[in-house]
């Protein structure tokens, strides 16, 4: 059982936005930054928001993250059949002294 | 460009040792603020971070699986080992060896091998 929680699943068509949560605590996304990472099967993963909000270069201004307290969100807006793909908040623990990764979202593009 | 590569066994018995190397190119470990973690993914669950190293040798492991992680690093040879001991089938999954860097304030994976898919038979 993931110490950070995301819902499982997300949905929507193109052109829609979408949303993904990740709750956590005081001990990990209360006092450290979120970073989000997307995966696709067969391939290395790749980071596409750090630091809450800040995206890599590279990765498209369709991709937005932000963090209140001790959750945090990443929201796709004009969505794309290529978004497809398994999504993961991550922040350092401070009780566990380790890295955690949230529980994982699945977006699917209808 | 910097690129790193798992290698080690596919195969590996309950019990046994996995000993899991990274061979890496395009940075050096011992430059101030590297590190280079070991993220693993078992079928159907989620990442799970398990161990990093850093450029001045400090370690850091998960703290359930602390009894059975070693991480070393060959700076010269560009090299990380993970070792963990006592495998069992629910170890089996994809072990990823991983760049970490300070970007901005924030540690971030940065840059991930392909993954080495590990199964361990009962």
């Known amino acids: 059982q993931s110490v950070v929680t995301q819902s499982p699943s997300a949905s929507g068509t193109p052109g829609q936005r979408v949303s993904i949560s990740c709750s956590g605590s005081t001990f990990n996304i209360g006092e450290n930054s979120v970073n989000w990472y997307q995966l696709f099967p067969g391939a290395a993963p790749r980071l596409v928001i750090y630091k809450n909000d800040q995206r890599p270069s590279g990765v498209p201004d369709r991709f937005s993250g932000s963090k209140s307290g001790t959750s945090a969100s990443l929201a796709i807006f004009g969505l794309q059949s290529e978004d497809e793909a398994d999504y993961y908040c991550a922040s350092w623990d401070d009780r566990l002294h380790g890295w955690i990764f949230g529980s994982g979202t699945k977006l699917t593009v209808l | 460009q910097v690129t790193l590569r798992e290698s080690g066994p596919a195969l590996v018995k309950s019990t046994q040792t996995l000993t899991l190397t990274c061979t890496f190119s395009?940075?050096?470990?011992?430059?101030?603020?590297?590190?280079v973690s070991w993220i693993r993914q078992s079928p159907g669950k989620a990442l799970e971070w398990l161990a990093h190293?850093?450029?001045?040798?400090?370690?850091f492991y998960r703290s359930s699986l602390k009894t059975r992680l070693t991480i070393s690093k060959d700076t010269s040879k560009n090299r990380v080992v993970l070792e963990m001991t006592n495998m069992d089938p629910v170890d089996t999954g994809r072990y990823y060896c991983?760049?970490?860097?300070?970007?901005?304030?924030?540690?971030?994976?940065?840059?991930w091998g392909q993954g080495a898919w590990v199964t361990v038979s009962s």
């Open positions: 991983v760049r970490v860097r300070d970007m901005a304030g924030t540690w971030i994976f940065d840059h």
């Open positions: 395009g940075f050096s470990l011992g430059t101030y603020g590297m590190r």
């Open positions: 190293i850093d450029w001045d040798d400090d370690e």
